[in-house]
């Protein structure tokens, strides 16, 4: 078994304890993750803080191409960040699996690398000039989750440091590896210091956190653990962008036609087997429609391979940890109990592995947690409706406010729908389709701050205005 190591100051640095990371398709060790402590994150910090005071006077232009080039290293490591993700994380390298998730991550360094925030003039005449600069922030947290560890790692780190900060990342305890790989590849085209990856327990991420030395903390995460990150972050007064949980809604029009819309919501839904924060996870569908939106999903849901990531063929693969597999599995008992009629699948398999099938249920409504909370996994509720101002009422119910989308043939009235949706982000006949140039973010209690464009970019920096 492979021990990895953690990357400070541009060196490979051993730890005395390690964890396994475990396989979710198989149950074997993939590789040890060393085990930080409270020094090494001292460690980092140190470094980072060290490399700032000239990365931040670097050249716009040069920061731009050692942005552009880890674009390309990225790219020319694609296979092999791909297997080490499928293993450790359990998404299939097909599909909207792992080699589309580091193409992701190739996409987004790359549209990112060409951004730039140059000086604003505000004001320049008899008055005097008035001129708004950015400035980078410093040493960034940067703290991640398991969904899609190595995609979002980009989304925090390649624009930090484009901005002319420097970051210490801390991924998920259950895969660090793909970003452990990632940030030794960012260090070959970076100066030492600008990237360095600690990793170990939650623990790491509070310490994180309150560090007085790291000046900003970026977060994705579920909104409990973002309630913390920001009480912690308190006493240092520490910049934050939370992406936090959701439990995005779609709602299926009167005059949406079932046939061209079904391979939509289904991957809006199934996308990394629901464990997206943007995904579909409640589905209000018309009455008029209802049991052909059903019968339509539950075919497509019919012909999609669930397997082992790194066999060719599968198209979504096991739920990645124990925890969620068993949230996932209670969430749907607890809606069958109450009703809830299971179209296909809801009985996982005996065997190796953390397999859940992919799960419709339908006739269920809130008061379940299948649709009270975030499942995030694959397993659907739908609920019928009959007046559309009752499903954006329900749709809105919740203290949560990442996405939403409205299906429908009437692009006038899906739109005057999906604009009272409250959430960050809201697509029409579509779901969770998110891009390098637009903003990305929560509101309510899925965060605050976005990410990706330029308005992603600023959040990276503060405003300093200079009068002359
Ligand atoms: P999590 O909150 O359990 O863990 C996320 C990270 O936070 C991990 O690295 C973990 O080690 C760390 N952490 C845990 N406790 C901490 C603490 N007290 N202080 C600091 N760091 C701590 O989330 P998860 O289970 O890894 O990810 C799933 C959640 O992430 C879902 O709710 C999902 O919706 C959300 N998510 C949101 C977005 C978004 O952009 N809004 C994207 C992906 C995932």
């Not at 009752?390 to 429908?408: F, P, R, Y």
């Amino acid at each position: 078994m492979q021990r990895w190591t953690l990357l400070i100051g541009g060196r490979k640095i051993e730890t005395e304890g390690y964890q396994d990371v475990i396989n979710p398709s198989t149950g074997g060790v993939v590789g040890g993750m060393p085990l930080a402590t409270a020094k090494h994150l001292d460690a980092a910090v140190a470094a980072a803080s060290k490399a700032f005071a000239t990365w931040k006077d670097v050249p716009d232009s040069d920061r731009a191409d050692a942005c552009r080039a880890i674009g390309d290293t990225i790219e020319s490591h694609a296979e092999e960040l791909s297997r080490l993700l499928t293993l450790e994380q359990g998404k299939p390298l097909n599909g909207l699996g792992s080699r589309f998730e580091i193409g992701g991550a190739v996409a987004w360094t790359r549209y990112t690398s060409g951004l730039s925030l140059p000086v604003e003039v505000l004001q320049d005449g008899a008055e005097g000039r008035v001129e708004l600069h950015r400035k980078p922030i410093g040493v960034v947290g940067s703290i991640t989750p398991w969904n899609w560890p190595v995609m979002i790692a980009c989304w925090h780190i390649i624009p930090a440091i484009r901005a002319g900060n420097t970051v210490v990342i801390k991924p998920s305890p259950l895969t660090p590896l793909s970003t452990i790989r990632l940030v030794e590849l960012l260090n070959e085209k970076l100066p030492p210091g600008v990237g360095n990856v600690v990793t170990g327990g939650n623990e790491i991420g509070s310490l994180m956190s309150a560090h007085p030395g790291i000046g900003k903390v970026t977060f994705t995460g579920s909104s409990a653990t973002g309630r913390k990150i920001m009480q912690n972050a308190a006493g240092t007064l520490k910049r934050l962008t939370l992406e936090l949980g959701g439990n995005d809604a779609g709602i299926v029009l009167p005059d949406a036609e079932p046939n061209k819309i079904v391979e939509g919501l289904f991957w809006g839904a199934f996308i990394n087997g629901g464990q997206t924060c943007a995904a579909l996870k409640r589905l209000y569908v018309h009455d008029s429609l209802y049991d052909k939106v059903c019968s339509e999903l539950t075919a497509y849901a019919k012909q999609v391979v669930v397997g082992d990531g790194l066999s060719e063929t599968s198209t979504l693969g096991p739920v990645q940890n124990r925890r969620q597999f068993d949230i996932v599995s209670t969430f749907v008992n607890e809606a069958r109990d109450k009703g809830g009629r299971v179209l296909i699948g809801g009985a996982p398999a005996d065997g190796p592995g953390y397999f859940y099938p992919v799960t419709l249920v339908a006739d269920v409504d809130h008061g379940c947690r299948l649709v009270d909370e975030e499942q995030f996994g694959p397993a659907l509720p739908i609920i019928r409706y009959n007046d559309v101002e009752d499903a954006i009422a329900k749709a809105n119910a919740t203290s949560m406010g990442l996405g939403g989308s409205v299906w429908g043939s009437d692009l006038g009235r899906a739109r005057s729908v999906a604009q009272r949706i409250e959430a960050g982000s809201v697509w029409i006949n579509k779901h969770g389709a998110i891009q390098p140039n637009a903003p990305f973010g929560g509101v309510k209690q899925s965060g605050f701050g976005v990410e990706f464009g330029v308005d992603g970019l600023k959040e990276f920096t503060t405003v300093q205005t200079v009068f002359v």
